[in-house]
């Protein structure tokens, strides 16, 4: 079975763009969330998303965004970069909200800011 | 949600068993432990996660006090692709919708597996 696949993997952009990450889910998976990685440090918690609705934010500028789709694939989208966004943007699903369920993460998108 | 307190580094030989420790004192009763890892540019990859007995994975043992305050993982035959950062992370048991469930990430454990 496929795992939690996300694309690009690899993306440079320059301060005062916007970007689009996009990540797939386990199937059957309805659950996504999305964490932001920098250098040196643990991932932390941006926003989780379940059955197409926001159920948690993390404490993250209104620059970031995102969206689940009916088929539970889920984008992260941040506008007006800044150096600062540079980092590894994971995804994670789990099956629902139900008891106990750990959260598999994809490899990520490394973002670059320059 | 409550915070995990590991080591900064530890080192172990390759084919000996790697014990990781975490302390988890302000665990509440409805809280798991779990682990992760998180092998250079990858994501992080789920190990295994307990409440209150000790569990047993084909990755891992988790051996949890009876406390519950702190927690050991072990690897029972490091290799050296277990080289790797190890995170503790406590989480609600049941999700619902008065919270999301969110892995709370601290800096983790750097495992080095040594020949």
């Known amino acids: 079975d496929a795992g939690v696949t996300q694309s690009p993997t690899h993306l440079i952009k320059t301060r005062g763009q916007q970007v689009t990450l996009r990540c797939s889910p386990i199937?059957?998976?309805?659950?996504v969330s999305w964490y932001q990685q920098v250098l040196g440090q643990g991932p932390q918690f941006i926003f989780q998303?379940?059955?197409?609705?926001?159920?948690g934010r993390g404490n993250f500028p209104d620059r970031f965004s995102a969206r689940q789709f009916p088929n539970y694939s889920s984008e992260l989208n941040v506008n007006a970069l800044l150096l600062g966004d540079s980092a590894l943007y994971l995804c994670?699903?789990?099956?629902?909200?139900?008891?106990?369920?750990?959260?598999?993460f994809g490899d990520g998108t490394r973002l670059s800011i320059l | 949600d409550a915070k995990t307190t590991q080591p900064p580094s530890m080192d172990c030989a390759e084919g000996r068993a790697a014990n990781l420790p975490c302390n988890h004192s302000?665990?509440?009763?409805?809280?798991?432990v779990y682990w992760y890892r998180q092998i250079h540019s990858q994501g992080p990859q789920y190990i295994i996660h307990?409440?209150?007995n000790n569990e047993t994975n084909e990755m891992a043992s988790l051996i949890i006090t009876e406390d519950r305050k702190s927690s050991t993982l072990i690897l029972p035959h490091a290799t050296l692709r277990d080289t790797a950062v190890y995170y503790c992370?406590?989480?609600?048991?049941?999700?619902?919708?008065?919270?999301?469930?969110?892995?709370?990430f601290g800096q983790g454990t750097t495992l080095q597996v040594k020949p």
């Open positions: 994670a699903s789990s099956p629902d909200r139900g008891e106990g369920q750990p959260q598999h």
């Open positions: 199937s059957g998976h309805k659950s």
């Open positions: 998303y379940y059955e197409k609705e926001e159920r």
């Open positions: 302000t665990i509440s009763g409805n809280e798991y």
């Open positions: 307990g409440l209150k």
């Open positions: 992370i406590v989480r609600v048991l049941l999700i619902d919708s008065s919270n999301t469930g969110k892995l709370i």
